[in-house]
């Protein structure tokens, strides 16, 4: 079944009692039982709910998967990953990486008693001399959140094969629409579904989808025992956000071409972070692992004061200011002061994350409007 087909109808089956195409919402809290222990395969509405059980079906259906699991935010997969771990496990982490994972990582986990190891993952190799007896978990995000890094997927997995390591890829950047980490030897794949699967900036939710059963047991119980599961009216609207995504991602990579190329040829614009450039760092790797080369976008203006660059953030109009991306809207957005603060500047900096960096989210309104308010702003 093709790539398009798949996602419209992941998940989907007709209600039995209605004939109704969409999965209703069962907003309930607790399912009524013949006799103790004897129940229609559902008990309590935080173990089990049908709408989320469509979605999570879904969900392991469009990253080519066996097993899906729906939290309540992206955070909430992240933290049911580190959960499966105990103190003086380690976790070799990439250096450039959303700032919720960090801050979860550094704030949280380390006072576990977990270690955690930053590393530059556009070269596999890196990894090696990271690798001890204590290891776990390898943590990836490829495109890197803000820095737009490749990692060669593939490479980190026959790595981690070799010496018996989960390997769990953040594929939110990437959506399974242009990239399916489980096919390439992924472990896990966790999204923020809060983005492109859900697509329309109208709902906070994560997941993570598996091939293995006994990790898949393993992360429901932990997704069982703490509660942190997305109620039924978010999971109808990813649901609903999952049908679009083929159609919505094409528009996306589409209007991301056009505007990393205006952005590059522009005078007051210095360097610019795409994957799609056939000079950038990670080109070769992604034209192999991905399907196109999606819609998020950062640069550096040549001037790159920060009065400068607060001036630009405040003056776009269609490009609205804020945190989050994968919307139909297009999104700006300043990493070092919103969604990667969290990170300590001089960590920051020395990762290639300057006060000056601008991200987008580019959406899927028309290019040259898009364009227009860019130049406006920019000036």
């Known amino acids: 079944m093709k790539i398009a087909t798949r996602f419209i109808h992941a998940g989907a089956e007709p209600d039995p009692s209605t004939g109704a195409i969409m999965t209703p919402i069962y907003q309930t809290s607790t399912y009524v039982q013949s006799a103790p222990g004897e129940h229609k395969g559902y008990e309590y509405a935080r173990s089990q709910n049908p709408t989320r059980k469509a979605l999570e079906d879904a969900y392991a259906q469009i990253e080519n998967g ?10 909430a997969a992240t933290d049911a990953v580190i959960k499966l771990f105990k103190p003086g496990d380690e976790v070799i982490a990439a ?33 090696k001399q990271y690798i001890n007896a ?4 390898i943590w990836a995000e490829t495109p890197t959140n803000p820095l737009m890094n490749i990692v060669d ?13 989960l390997l769990c890829v953040d594929n939110t950047f990437a959506s399974p629409y242009l990239q399916n980490p489980l096919d390439l030897g992924a472990d896990i794949v966790m999204h923020s579904a809060t983005k492109y699967l859900g697509g329309h900036s109208d709902v906070i939710q994560g997941c993570l989808m598996m091939n293995d059963k006994e990790l898949r047991d393993q992360l429901y119980f932990i997704q069982k025992s703490c509660g942190a599961v997305p109620g039924p009216q978010d999971c ?73 660059v607060r001036r630009l953030l405040s003056s776009t109009r269609l490009f609205a200011l804020a945190e989050s991306l994968g919307g139909v809207e297009s999104l700006i957005n300043h990493p070092a002061s919103m969604t990667h603060a969290s990170i300590p500047r001089e960590e920051r900096i020395k990762n290639g994350l300057n006060d000056s960096l601008i991200r987008l989210s580019v959406g899927i ?15």
């Open 236 to 308: 109808f609207l990813v649901l609903r956000g999952i049908k679009t995504l083929h159609v919505r991602m094409q528009r996306h990579c589409e209007n991301g071409a056009i505007i990393a190329h205006w952005l590059r040829d522009h005078s007051k614009v210095g360097k610019v972070y795409w994957p799609g450039f056939e000079d950038s760092a990670g080109y070769a790797i992604a034209k192999k692992q991905m399907r196109d080369f999606g819609g998020m976008i950062s640069f550096e203006l040549k001037n790159d004061s920060v009065e400068e």
């Open 95 to 127: 250096s450039d990486m959303y700032g919720g994972t960090y801050r979860l990582f550094t704030k949280i986990f380390e006072k576990f008693g977990i270690r955690f190891h930053y590393i530059d993952m556009q070269d596999a190799g890196n990894i």
């Open 365 to 379: 309104e028309d290019a040259d409007d898009l364009i227009a308010d860019l130049q406006n702003a920019i000036g």
């Open 134 to 137: 204590n290891t776990r978990l």
């Open 66 to 75: 066996r097993y899906g699991l729906a939290f309540s935010s992206g955070v």
């Open 153 to 165: 997927i593939a490479a980190v997995a026959a790595l981690s094969k070799e010496h018996n390591i």
